[in-house]
């Protein structure tokens, strides 16, 4: 696949504003100016969550200078010149699909979106008005198709931005890029034939980015159609982060140790799910996330975090700074499933190998070599049958990946209950016990309900040449914070072992004989 990306290029000379500075319909149009001028060279950063340590991670390198905006409208006026004959298009901010279709006006003819709200402070700076979405008639589905039919021989087809209505996030990336930028009522039939209608239209084994109101469906959908998802609905700046260039290649500060397999032990990964999320890892990682916690508590104990190897190319920057402030008992391997989210058992089989070839490259270009799988038991598995074997051996025929992790549902990762299922004599360890509290709420998490997972390990069978002897333990990082897994590590047995994910994978490779195939 062609990386569309790449055409991106960050300037030297950042312009950032606090998001508290602005409402939220000035947002709105700065993200259009944003990646109106992200065409020619991104300089523009809205600082919000954690996206001033990236700023200030480039300013450090002594390449990078950056000057402070306390106005939206001094920023408008200065970067007037890159909006085409300072024309604007006029949107009701209240009509969320407009939202949308404004942003795919402005990035084709790089006309400003301006709320009505904004128009009269855009007027006194002499823009011009050149689209006004009032003379656009029908229902939502109707105008959004309207403005598709308009411009679809001059969006890139690389890429598609499903954002949710009312966020303003995200849209800057869909304006720099020329892509199309909509949202499907999952419930509105009309809507979603209008959806496959854009699916079909777009590349094959592209990127959908932002998110929906119901993960199971649309990701089943989007990986019918050979298209995977990367959750990113509340990502700032991805114009841009993407256009930044890190001159190095990244590196993780731990690699994997040839561990000597010992009777007796019993080998214990601890893997953070949901690392798939561009927006979590970018947003707040490394400050109040699990990662963050884990900064200020124990780090002596081995953790293995699942990220986005995709972050490799949407913002380099990340990854150098969150592997940067990894310590070597951190590893980092790529969260689901792959390039991106997607059902792998049902992703057309024609286009899996498209889409392991670019998990490949991006793990490669991310320093990894285990990767995560998502899937339901129902695919996996029929009448006690492995059945998707053809599909891992699409991942497990790559060089560079060593094998990995299967998270099954429906029982919160847990359906696979540890079996290892095996391609090309490379293991993927489905996971065998998911801390994720079913209240979904940290504050309802007991120590009897965390002492029933340290029993449960402590007793598990301690013998490495059996599948048995392996155990992963995923973090689900939305209900359990670090303190709950040092307080689980604090109570395991000496027989116990704890290894990262990667380290897990080859232990299982060396020791444990297979069956002979008949």
Known sequence: MKDIFSILKSGKNIVTINLDNMTKDEYLMLSSLQGIVAQDEARIVIITDNYQAYVDYLVATGEYTSKEYKSVWDIVSEFKSAVFEAGYVLFDSTRGGDINSSMVVSGVERFLAVPVSCEEKAIKLNFVKKFDFADIEGNETQRKRKIFELYKDRLNKGALIHQPLFMPQLRDFAVALKLFCFYTDEHNAEDVEFRNEIFKWADDNIPVMGWTDDEIKFVAECSEFGKFVIPMDWSSNTSFLAGVRIDKKLKQKTKPNKIKAEKGKHYLAICVSDGDNIQWCSRNFATTSTFGQRLRGKRDYKVSWTFPPYMARL??????????????????????????????????????????????QLMTESDMTAVVLLDNLKHVKFDGKFIAEERLRHYAKQKNI???????????????????????????????????????????????????????????????????????????????????????????KKHVEIVSVDEIVEIAKQNIRLPLKR
């Not at 592997?323 to 992703?347: K, R, W």
């Not at 992790?405 to 429906?410: G, L, S, T």
Request: proline content about 4%.
């Open 315 to 360: 913002g380099a920057v990340v990854t150098d700074y969150t592997f940067d402030l990894a310590n070597e008992f951190d590893s980092f391997i790529a969260g689901v499933s792959g390039a991106g989210y997607i059902n792998s058992t049902t992703y057309p089989i024609e286009r899996l190998d498209a889409f392991t070839n670019l998990t490949s």
């Open 402 to 492: 060593s094998g990995g992790v299967w998270e099954i549902d429906p029982d919160r990762y847990e359906s696979g209950k540890g079996e290892i299922f095996w391609s090309e004599g490379k293991p993927f360890l489905s996971v065998r016990l998911s801390l994720w509290h079913p209240s979904n709420q940290t504050g309802q998490i007991t120590k009897e309900w965390l002492d029933g997972y340290i029993d449960a390990i402590n007793n598990f069978e301690a013998d490495p040449t059996s599948a048995s002897g392996y155990t992963v333990l995923n973090i689900h990082p939305w209900t359990v914070e670090m303190e709950h897994v040092e307080y689980i590590v604090s109570k395991l």
